[in-house]
């Protein structure tokens, strides 16, 4: 698991309250390699494995990132995997928007805030636990749609292009972390169709074998994170491992 990182690694997973994130949390916890596991959510989660720290924050806020940074204090972090992301949402009427006419000013900032301001605002967050000679792995789900390449149906304004804009956050960040830890991998992953929340309303458009399982996707994107190099940080890439254009 993770190679490149070193034994007794400390990792923050931020959105550890989903289901990516909390089969993420797992994963990590079954193995000896984690001396760290900082699971970040709204709600309080229980683990006994005394590797395991739960930080009740939300991210999204000024107030839970400052929280999060007291948290580490400056201390080394060698993994970030942030597994927050927003499609739709009952309670703020927020829906994927099929035409022109359904655009709205502040379900658009909503999901810039939550996909692509949060995202970058966490590394902003961990800079000082991020620079320096260690390896580091930060990682961010990222969503198929958001390249602009392979966008031919067109629809869903905001998700698209907050997680455009959110692939473009990293890969900028990823060039600037270059100068300050040449071990610093910088990825945007798209982790397939998974049975959670964000994916339940769409679901029966999924085709057969392609709706996975959480425990599936986290063990995929490890592998996917496991197999990358500093040279290819800043890239996008898929939970089978195959890049896909920004």
């Known amino acids: 698991m993770l190679q ?10 931020t959105g550890a309250g989903g289901g990516i994130g909390q089969a993420l949390v797992h994963r990590l916890l079954e193995s000896e390699r984690p001396g760290r596991v900082v699971a970040v959510s709204r709600h309080i989660a229980e683990h006994d494995d005394p590797r395991f720290e739960h930080l009740a924050a939300d991210v999204t806020t000024q107030e839970g990132r400052h929280a999060l940074g007291e948290t580490l204090d400056g201390a080394p972090v060698h993994l970030l995997f942030n597994a927050i992301g927003l499609l739709h949402d009952k309670h703020r009427a927020i829906s994927p928007e099929k035409r022109l006419e359904d ?113 599936f996707v986290a063990e995929r994107l490890l592998d996917v994170m496991n197999d990358r190099r500093p040279e290819e940080s800043g890239s996008f890439w898929d939970w089978a491992g195959e890049p896909i254009p920004f």
Do not use: C
């Open 103 to 215: 655009l709205d000013a502040e379900t658009l900032a909503t999901l810039f805030q939550v996909n692509a301001i949060t995202p970058i605002l966490l590394i902003q967050t961990l800079a000082d636990s991020i620079k320096g000679r260690h390896p580091v792995m930060i990682a961010s789900l990222s969503a198929r749609v958001g390249s602009i390449e392979d966008n031919r149906l067109g629809g869903w304004y905001g998700y698209r292009a907050s997680k455009a804009a959110h692939n473009m956050f990293l890969r900028t960040a990823a060039i600037e972390l270059f100068r300050y830890n040449r071990q610093a991998i910088v990825l945007s992953l798209h982790p397939g169709t998974t049975d959670t929340g964000l994916s339940r309303p769409f679901q029966d458009r999924v085709p057969d074998g392609k709706l996975f399982t959480p425990a």
């Open 4 to 13: 490149t990182l070193p034994d007794g690694f400390t990792a923050v997973i």
